[in-house]
DNA sequence: AGAAAACGCAACCTTTGGTTGCGCGACAGT
DNA sequence: ACTGTCGCGCAACCAAAGGTTGCGTTTTCT
């Protein structure tokens, strides 16, 4: 295991697809244990344990222990962390995408006004 | 609804950590070849043609040879997609955290008056 | 013509997402 | 109190993906 930023821990458990069903899942039906989100998703309990496990070392999550069952919860704080850091590339894409189409324009008006 | 398995493909592209990088520099240094590309990243010249190979079926590059070298640029269209899918996935997750934000202080306003 | 640069291909290793199988603690019914 | 079941955790195993080294091929330059 390669000791990671924290960050790059966020981007890693938020890149994966599986994981942000989960948190998809988690944000909009409330806590919920891995047996109960495995119902909801394509692959077995084990391995929604797993991307637990990820998310869990990431922050994002949260579990806590009930009785017999585990019942994990989003971390808000941490997951409006991930949610900006996934806006700031997106915003930092489309900046540099309209400086190229800016400049894409001034060549074209150069070449038709010589 | 757009094609489901162009936009996980997209996903998948854009989810690697190294792949964004490579992105992040073809934008700001514009077209580029693979070994050029490998001169400022952590990883080989194979590695990094094995990226643009991902990005290109993905769409979000595209490789024009010149002679004995395979040059690579950004397909701003594309990118532009990607960017967009990434932005609307933080903004869903936001709205859901202010939703919970705004729940957790009703609750609170009707414990302070009873 | 011959050396060097850039590429493509193939074999191989390691990590990671996913599965099956099993054993153990917590609950519920009788 | 006993027995069956439910939810979890652990371990072995498998396949795909990221990354490396090594080698052969094509193009360029002198």
Redesign the interface.
């Known amino acids: 295991m390669t000791d990671r930023s924290d960050d790059?821990e966020l981007?890693?458990a938020i890149?994966?697809?599986g994981r942000?069903r989960l948190?998809?899942i988690l944000?909009?039906g409330g806590p919920a244990t891995a047996t109960a989100l495995a119902a909801d998703l394509p692959f077995t309990r084990q391995a929604v344990a797993k991307h637990l496990a990820v998310l869990e070392r990431a922050g994002l999550v949260e579990g806590h222990r009930h009785g017999r069952e585990v019942r994990y919860a989003v971390r808000?704080e941490r997951?409006?962390v991930?949610?900006?850091a996934?806006?700031a590339?997106?915003?930092?894409?489309?900046s540099?995408?309209q400086a190229?189409?800016r400049l894409a324009e001034s060549i074209h008006r150069a070449a038709n006004q010589p």
Chains 1, 2 share one sequence.
């Not at 590339?89 to 489309?94: E, F, H, L, Y």
């Open positions: 790059e981007w890693a890149a994966e697809p942000r948190l998809d944000l909009s808000p997951l409006d991930a949610a900006r996934m806006a590339v997106a915003a930092r894409w489309d540099r995408l190229i189409k």
